[in-house]
Nanobody, 120 residues
Framework: QVQLVESGGGLVQAGESLRLSCAAS????????MGWYRQAPGKQRELVAD???????NYADSVKGRFTISRDGARNTVYLQMNGLKPEDTAVYYC??????????????WGQGTQVTVSS
């Protein structure tokens, strides 16, 4: 089993910053893609940003220039630095990690979610 523990959410005012962390533990051989998704009330879950093991990154247009995703391979941790937060960034943020437990066993695991609320 692979577990993800997220932290760093909270309530902030527009223009402020937050940093989310997601630490993976368990039987992990490698992590190929690590990403952050978010789901606002009444909306579908959407990709915010992801990063590969080669450090290739991908961002939603709505967060480009404001959010930065990074990872620490030694700690099996992925981060999301969120600057210039806007009320429309309010959502539950979920971490997702895809990888291998062994050479022949894959995983695709979600975190429990962390609430980010941005007041205007």
């Amino acid at each position: 089993q692979v577990q993800l523990v997220e932290s760093g959410g909270g309530l902030v005012q527009a223009g402020e910053s937050l940093r989310l962390s997601c630490a993976a533990s368990g039987r992990i051989l490698s992590m190929s893609v690590m990403g952050w998704y978010r789901q606002a009330p009444g909306k579908q879950r959407e990709l915010v940003a992801d990063i590969t093991s080669a450090d290739n990154t991908n961002y939603a247009d709505s967060v480009k220039g404001r959010f930065t995703i990074s990872r620490d391979g030694a700690r099996n941790t992925v981060y999301l630095q969120m600057n210039g937060l806007k009320p429309e960034d309010t959502a539950v943020y979920y971490c997702n990690v895809k990888g291998r437990r062994t050479l022949y066993s894959f995983f695709d695991t979600w975190g429990q979610g962390t609430q980010v609320t941005v007041s205007s």
